[in-house]
Nanobody, 113 residues
Framework: VQLQASGGGLVQPGGSLRLSCAAS????????MAWYRQAPGKQRELVAI???????NYVDSVKGRFTISRDNAKNTMYLQMNSLKPEDTAVYFC????????WGQGTLVTVSS
């Protein structure tokens, strides 16, 4: 399966964006998927993770602001980002973790006034 992320852009602090990660094939058998991000000059970090049954987990810095979800029927994973802060500025990547690791290309999110 190949993954393509989209939905990034420029948004003001406090704004919202919804990222999508579309798969070229079925994700029903992909047990774990995730969103990562990499800010300029920093290492890539795990932002949110979701299992095939909908269990989720988040890095502390986005808890209460970001929501990860997946629609297996549409072969798509999402990241709803609310109350965005300048420190959320990064390239966001989606990844299928299990059973076979697959990275999608990144989508740039810039939070700035």
């Amino acid at each position: 399966v190949q993954l393509q992320a989209s939905g990034g852009g420029l948004v003001q602090p406090g704004g919202s964006l919804r990222l999508s990660c579309a798969a070229s094939g079925s994700i029903s058998s992909v047990s774990v998927m995730a969103w990562y991000r990499q800010a300029p000059g920093k290492q890539r970090e795990l932002v949110a993770i979701i299992s095939n049954v909908g269990s989720t987990n988040y890095v502390d810095s986005v808890k209460g602001r970001f929501t990860i979800s997946r629609d297996n029927a549409k072969n798509t994973m999402y990241l709803q980002m609310n109350s965005l802060k300048p420190e959320d500025t990064a390239v966001y990547f989606c990844k299928a973790i299990s059973p076979t690791p697959v990275w999608g290309q990144g989508t740039l999110v810039t939070v700035s006034s």
